[in-house]
């Protein structure tokens, strides 16, 4: 199983992004996906998932109604639309997938659940 995470770089305050996860060796349209990041000095912390086999998405609090998680399943992809950044958005951003088991959905916000990571993709926010 492979991720590769993209799509990081150096926005202003209130900009824009999106990071694109491309997944290869899993099934991935019966894989729940998920975006995390780690800011410096801090844990990593969950940003947003789309359950398996749905389109049933999850979101931080923080991002909430900012962030847009998609899937796309012809190409193995999934996104992390990212509007109304702020400074505190600026973290390294992984993408994840789960295993072949059906993860209830309180733990999709779990690190524990995904197995398979990604490398980061930095985003720095500025003010």
């Known amino acids: 199983v492979q991720l590769q995470a993209s799509g990081g770089g150096l926005v202003q305050d209130g900009g824009s992004l999106r990071l694109t996860c491309s997944a290869s060796?899993?099934?991935?349209?019966?894989?729940?996906m998920g975006w995390f990041r780690q800011a410096p000095g801090k844990e990593r912390e969950f940003v947003a998932a789309v359950r398996k086999g749905t389109s049933m998405t999850y979101y931080a609090d923080s991002v909430k109604g900012r962030f847009t998680i998609s899937r796309d399943k012809a190409n193995n992809r999934v996104y992390l639309q990212m509007n109304t950044l702020r400074p505190e958005d600026t973290a390294l951003y992984y993408c994840a997938a789960t295993g072949e088991g059906n993860p209830i959905s309180s733990t999709y916000y779990w690190p524990s659940t995904y197995p398979y990571w990604g490398q980061g993709t930095l985003v720095t926010v500025s003010s």
């Open positions: 060796g899993l099934p991935f349209s019966t894989y729940g």
